[in-house]
């Protein structure tokens, strides 16, 4: 069962297996059913370059190749897409700040992420606006040096936990980036439990009253916080949610080869059933495409080609409907035992489901995908 | 590369990125209304890996690149001041 794109990447993506069967997968259970990853787990990612794969060498990252971070993405989802979703928030934060970040912001923030140290979160979304992202509510007032924040965000990744913030808001009608550290007065932060899929996500709600940063804060120029800053962001965590993805239908897969060539039904396993073939046939083509549209969507970006941005939408809208379907299949492929709490489908079907939803569902993308080809 | 290639350079990749068959050198791009939201990483994309330029800040002004004209001055500025540093 291994995947094409390892050949390229071989050495960080076996790394990589290794640490999330040995890491990640015995503890999986307990983090979906704790609804939390132990900070001891972000160290140990931290060991293994995990948290600075968008971070600059320069910076104490380990900035790899797309074809590698696909790689070592597929891995995470095949172990814990809440594990593999917090690496992608780490993605969204570093790679824009990396990008846009002053000299100042990159030297303080970047290695301390890179290192396991600090843990970064990104806050977009909020309780009115969620795909219409240019209605952001949140309010930026520039005044004696400091921006002062008021609003709230909502579903943020991480927010119980994490100590820096990258916040997006309007500041006279135009989008801001402004980096936000925990502990700022005026910054309430209120843990959202009970979430459906990526339970292990630690999302919070973030309320900001008058919550006053430096303007040193901003990352990007006024009027950057949308087009370029949020843009980088999301088509970072698109490219590597579609990969995520590929990884938990792959998991699907594996976990359904395993149980129907050892229960059986009517005298034989029941892989042995042609209709039981149909569904992993089809779980296996599916997969093989949606890594095929990711490895594609990696070509591009390194080459910097500006269809790699399309091409990651497309790849993310395919691999996210593959894990729905890839999830479905498995639970019905184990019928009743995989529907009790702790069976690793029964938490897979409940993952893949997000997977459509967070980084733009998948509406959004039919939306962007038509608006690109011109429909 | 010289200056007619950067410009073909740039009009292949606006052109390509704005959906558009055809573009004059001082179309007004966004008075077309062809800018797309995920036009400007395309473009900061296409410029670094193209040109092997780093782009600053100031660069990504909209409304300092708005044509294709404007994308081939800063890039001929942007190579300059690189070679003036080797
Ligand atoms: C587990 C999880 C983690 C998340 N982590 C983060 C995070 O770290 N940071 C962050 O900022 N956000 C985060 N989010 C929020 C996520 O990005 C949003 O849920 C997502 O963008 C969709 O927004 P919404 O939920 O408000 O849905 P809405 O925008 O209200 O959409 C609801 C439904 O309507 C559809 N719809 C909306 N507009 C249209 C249209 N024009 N045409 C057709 N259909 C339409 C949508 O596709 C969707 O099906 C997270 C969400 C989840 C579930």
Redesign the interface.
Same mark, same amino acid.
């Given at each position: 069962m291994n995947t094409p794109l390892k050949a390229t990447s071989a050495p960080a993506a076996e790394a990589v297996r290794r640490f999330v069967e040995s890491r990640v997968m015995p503890l999986a259970v307990q983090m979906d059913q704790e609804q939390e990853i132990p900070r001891i787990l972000f160290t140990e990612m931290a060991a293994e370059g995990l948290t600075g794969l968008a971070v600059p060498v320069k910076y104490g990252g380990t900035a790899v190749d797309y074809a590698t971070l696909g790689a070592i993405h597929e891995e995470l989802g095949r172990g814990l897409a809440s594990v593999q979703n917090a690496c992608t928030v780490f993605g969204m934060v570093c790679k824009p700040l990396s *990008? $846009?970040g002053s000299e100042a912001q990159k030297d303080k923030w970047l290695p301390a992420i890179a290192a396991g140290e600090v843990i970064p979160a990104i806050a977009i979304t909020e309780p009115g606006v969620g795909s219409d992202i240019?209605k952001l509510e949140t309010e930026a007032v520039q005044e004696d040096g400091q921006i002062i924040l008021n609003g709230s965000k909502k579903y943020i990744t991480l927010g119980q936990i994490a100590d820096l913030f990258l916040v997006f808001a309007r500041l006279n009608g135009r989008g801001v980036a402004v980096l936000v550290e925990r502990g700022t007065p005026g910054l309430r932060i209120n843990p959202l439990r009970g979430l459906m899929g990526l339970r292990a996500n630690m999302l919070a709600e973030l309320t900001f009253e008058n919550c006053s940063v430096p303007v040193e804060n901003l990352v #990007?120029?006024i009027? $950057?916080g949308f +087009?370029?800053v949020a843009?980088?962001a999301l088509?970072e965590g698109r490219y590597t949610t579609a990969c995520g993805s590929v990884g938990l239908a792959q998991a699907c897969l594996e976990h359904s080869f395993h149980y129907t060539g050892e229960r059986f039904q009517f005298g034989e396993p029941l892989r042995k059933h042609q209709l039981v073939q149909k569904m992993l046939s089809e779980m296996i083509t599916e997969t093989k495409a949606a890594r095929e549209l990711c490895a594609a969507a990696g070509r591009l @970006?390194e %080459? #910097?080609?500006?269809?790699?941005? +399309?091409e990651t939408l497309v790849a993310k809208y395919h691999a996210s409907k593959t894990a729905v379907h890839a999830a479905d299949h498995a639970l019905q492929l184990h019928g009743a035992s995989g529907c009790m709490n702790g069976n690793p489908v029964e938490r897979l079907y409940r993952d893949a489901k997000i997977m459509e939803i967070i980084e733009g569902t998948s509406q959004m993308h039919e939306l %962007?995908i038509a *608006? +690109?080809? @011109?429909l | 590369m010289n200056h007619e290639e950067i410009k073909q350079q740039v009009t292949e990749f606006l052109t390509r990125s704005l959906r558009t068959k055809e573009l004059k050198d001082d179309d007004n791009i966004l008075e077309l209304g062809l800018v797309h939201s995920l036009f400007m990483i395309q473009l900061i994309m296409f410029i670094e890996k193209t040109f092997h330029l780093e782009l600053e800040e100031e660069d990504l002004d909209m409304d300092n690149i708005k044509t294709v004209n404007d994308l081939v001055v800063l890039i001929e500025r942007h190579q300059q001041t690189g070679a003036a540093f080797q």
């Open positions: *990008r $846009f240019s #990007g120029k009027g $950057f +087009t370029h843009n980088y088509d @970006r %080459q #910097g080609d500006p269809a790699a941005i +399309t %962007q *608006r +690109t080809f @011109r | -």
